[in-house]
């Protein structure tokens, strides 16, 4: 009989998840999917190969602890070639970069925000959350 599952040195007893209540297994999974790193470990994803060509920029954009589905996130490059990608349902996003300096800019309905500077290195995961009520 399985168990637990090994993660990172530490195991996760599937046993004592399983023996929880509908609602607590429902509470833990809400909990979950709220978290994208947490969520991407649980889907085998865990986050960007080092051995990749490629960085990746991942975050979540919110207000107020509010979620913001939908949030527009332009990605400008040195060539000032510009990706467009928007915040999931989670207030998520994520997209892979080629290394280099790259501008952000987000926004949502009326809102926007100032130029945000990052840079994206080779097999690198780097986050960059972003919430609009913290802004001075």
């Known amino acids: 009989m399985f168990e637990g599952k090994q993660v990172g040195g530490n195991t996760i007893n599937l046993s004592g998840i399983k023996a929880l209540s509908k609602e607590a297994r429902q509470s833990l999974a809400l909990s979950v999917r709220k978290d994208p790193e947490l969520w991407n470990t649980m889907n085998g994803l865990g986050g960007l190969s080092e051995k990749s060509l490629n960085g990746r920029l991942q975050g ?73 009520d913290e802004v001075v």
Do not use: M, W
Request: glycine residues 6%; charged residues 30%.
């Open 60 to 132: 979540t954009v919110d207000e107020s602890r509010k979620v913001i589905s939908g949030a527009d996130v332009k990605i400008t490059d040195e060539s000032e070639n510009i990706t467009s990608i928007k915040t999931n349902q989670y207030g998520y996003y994520s997209i892979d970069l080629v290394p280099g300096d790259y501008n952000l800019v987000i926004s949502y309905d009326e809102e926007q925000s100032e130029e945000i500077s990052v840079r994206i290195e080779k097999g690198v995961t780097s986050t960059l959350n972003y919430d609009f």
